[in-house]
């Protein structure tokens, strides 16, 4: 059937209750980013499926992408004390991100300078970095402390085997690494995220939850998985009832950064609305979603809406939950998933109530990924920030739900969102038109970050 629409490109919309609809009826002020629309129409052109499954392809991003941008490597809460090292890894590079002794950080290639060994395999306190091989050591500073018979070395100056030191960048309790110097520096790399961020400051949290497990698709086919809303209707049917999808507002900031906004506690509008009332979709709410999972059944007044009613639910559970006060907070704010996406692979979640962190990277090729969730915590104000929990790494037989740590409603999501990006993967990989058809508005995210790529590689 031909679309016989005549509307602009992009400028079409899913009929209904609309995200601006939901924050004009809020009944605190709402911060102005929430309410402004930086959506721009960028083209209506098929992706070649080859961007996912090619090796050429994945081998040029390891080229050209990767050692030019700004990577998260760690968390402060990960290495809080001096001498604290974070081996950090991603496609064939390795890196020891270390803490000093005046609480700075530094980040230096973790290969020894004489046979080429890895110094460390793992994370942990450290007071210099040996090598196991023959003894090359070097301080924490990347200066060389030991070379192991010297007198057949005397060719070699100290300052000519400094171990190579890469960009380090701080924000948010977020520490990042970036191998290749030049560009924009990490804070106008993530505009607009610490205007957003200060309502919730994620430097003030600890993660309290961090699983992996490696997934069977290319990293960008997982990663995308999050970046639009309306698969829920389909993929997660079970939360359809009070997740509003398809009514997502959809922004993109720049090159590197972009969000969505899904209101929760209103339902999708893609449900046939016959015969459910508020009071449903609050019971729904209550039965399957994590964020105020174990409270008891709330009474909707006549009259009255599902979200107001959970949102002012989840203000009440607010100081038991994280300590602190809430009151100022908006319905969107203690709800709605504000999921972030950072250009090439991390995408941090906003809000006052515990916040999903992921983190997506090549796991060793485009056929693998390894995905990464926590959960950061708030901690109230004047409590020093625990340490980060270690992570907890699932073998390929066991599922997200099966994870004490994430829990079965969030698991099953997850698992439902894997079992979509490895078919997706495999897929792409027998294609007969070798093309992927994007929507011009829901998922502008997608396009946005491959407009990106090819920025970076065209370079």
């Known amino acids: 059937m031909q679309n016989k629409s005549a509307q602009a490109p992009g400028t079409a919309r899913c009929p209904g209750v609309t995200w601006d609809d939901l924050i004009a009826a809020e009944s605190r002020p709402v911060p102005d980013f929430l309410a402004e629309d930086t959506y721009e129409y960028r083209g209506s052109e098929p992706l070649d499926a080859s961007r996912y499954t090619s090796p050429e392809f994945f081998?040029?991003?390891?080229?050209?992408?990767?050692?030019?941008?700004w990577q998260l490597a760690a968390r402060e809460e990960d290495m809080s004390e001096p001498g604290d090292v974070v081996v950090y890894e991603n496609v064939g590079r390795s890196y020891l991100v270390t803490r000093q002794e005046d609480g700075s950080i530094r980040a230096?290639?973790?290969?020894?300078?004489?046979?080429?060994?890895?110094?460390?395999?793992?994370?942990?306190?450290?007071?210099?970095f040996h090598c196991p091989y023959h003894g090359f050591a070097w301080n924490l500073d990347g200066t060389v402390n030991n070379i192991p018979c010297r007198w057949d070395f005397s060719h070699l100056k100290d300052t000519e085997v400094k171990l190579p030191e890469v960009e380090t960048g701080r924000w948010g309790g977020y520490i990042f690494v970036r191998e290749n110097s030049g560009g924009p520096t990490l804070e106008e790399y993530i505009n607009p995220l610490?205007?957003?961020?200060?309502?919730?400051?994620?430097?003030?949290?600890?993660?309290?939850?961090?699983?992996?497990?490696?997934?069977?698709?290319?990293?960008?086919?997982?990663?995308?998985?999050?970046?639009?809303?309306?698969?829920?209707?389909?993929?997660?049917?079970q939360i359809a009832p009070y997740v509003s999808d398809a009514n997502s507002r959809y922004n993109i900031y720049g090159d590197h950064v972009n969000v969505g906004f899904n209101a929760q506690g209103a339902m999708s509008p893609l449900i046939d609305p016959e015969g459910k009332s508020e009071q449903w979709v609050a019971d729904q709410y209550l039965a399957s979603s994590r964020r105020l999972e174990g409270k008891e059944r709330v009474i909707v007044p006549e009259g009255a809406k599902a979200r107001a009613v959970l949102g002012q639910l989840a203000r009440d559970a607010y100081p038991e939950v994280c300590g602190g006060n809430?009151?100022?907070?908006?319905?969107?704010?203690?709800?709605?998933?504000?999921?972030?996406?950072?250009?090439?692979?991390?995408?941090?979640?906003?809000?006052?109530?515990p916040a999903l962190d992921y983190r997506f990277r090549p796991w060793p090729d485009q056929d693998h990924t390894l995905m990464e969730v926590r959960i950061l915590s708030p901690v109230p104000d004047g409590k020093p920030i625990p340490r980060s929990v270690p992570m907890s790494f699932l073998t390929d037989d066991q599922t997200w739900a099966s994870s004490p740590e994430i829990g079965p409603m969030l698991g099953h999501v997850l698992d439902q969102d894997v079992a979509n990006v490895e078919q997706v993967h495999a897929g792409l990989k027998v294609s007969k038109t070798g093309k992927v058809q994007l929507g011009d508005y829901m998922e502008i995210r997608i396009r946005q970050f491959h407009q990106t790529a090819d920025k970076y590689m065209s370079r």
């Open 59 to 69: 081998k040029a991003e390891v080229e050209k992408i990767w050692p030019n941008v």
């Open 108 to 128: 230096f290639h973790n290969v020894c300078l004489h046979r080429g060994r890895k110094l460390r395999a793992e994370s942990g306190p450290a007071e210099i």
């Open 194 to 237: 610490p205007k957003h961020f200060q309502r919730w400051p994620h430097e003030k949290r600890t993660a309290t939850v961090w699983v992996a497990k490696v997934i069977h698709a290319n990293w960008k086919a997982v990663m995308e998985a999050f970046m639009e809303a309306w698969h829920a209707y389909t993929t997660h049917p």
């Open 326 to 353: 809430a009151d100022h907070a908006t319905d969107a704010e203690m709800l709605d998933s504000l999921f972030y996406s950072v250009f090439p692979n991390w995408g941090p979640w906003g809000g006052f109530m």
